[in-house]
Nanobody, 127 residues
Framework: VQLQASGGGLVQPGGSLRLSCATSGSSLGYSSLIAWFRQARGKEREGVSCFTRSAGSTFYTDSVRGRFTTSRDNAKNTVYLQMNSLKPEDTAVYFC????????????????????WGQGTQVTVSS
């Protein structure tokens, strides 16, 4: 499985960006897990959102809930992260990741579970 993240850039506080994660190679099945992570300079990688199609649930880290939304276009094998009301503290490199089999609940926000990673895209929120 290959993952390609894109859509990052420079945006002012309060602005919006939409990140895309295109998947290719072996298809990810119904129980597959897709997640977005981010890593700010000098900080550990943080889970932003994760979901499985089979579970029908999406989990978000507390700091982005209500501002970020994850969606999936199965026909295009692409996952999106819509980021609204961006704050300077959202500045980070954003990664998408995948796993073939789901894990329970919010544990999907833990990076240790993921087998496949995209290369990351920089998001900078600054005036």
């Amino acid at each position: 499985v290959q993952l390609q993240a894109s859509g990052g850039g420079l945006v002012q506080p309060g602005g919006s960006l939409r990140l895309s994660c295109a998947t290719s190679g072996s298809s990810l099945g119904y129980s597959s897990l897709i997640a977005w992570f981010r890593q700010a300079r000098g900080k550990e990688r943080e889970g932003v959102s994760c979901f499985t199609r089979s579970a029908g649930s999406t989990f978000y880290t507390d700091s982005v809930r209500g501002r970020f939304t994850t969606s999936r276009d199965n026909a295009k094998n692409t996952v999106y992260l819509q980021m609204n009301s961006l704050k300077p503290e959202d500045t980070a490199v954003y990664f998408c990741a995948a796993r073939s089999v789901r894990v329970p609940g919010r544990s999907c926000l833990n990076s240790v579970f993921y087998d496949y990673w995209g290369q990351g895209t920089q998001v900078t929120v600054s005036s």
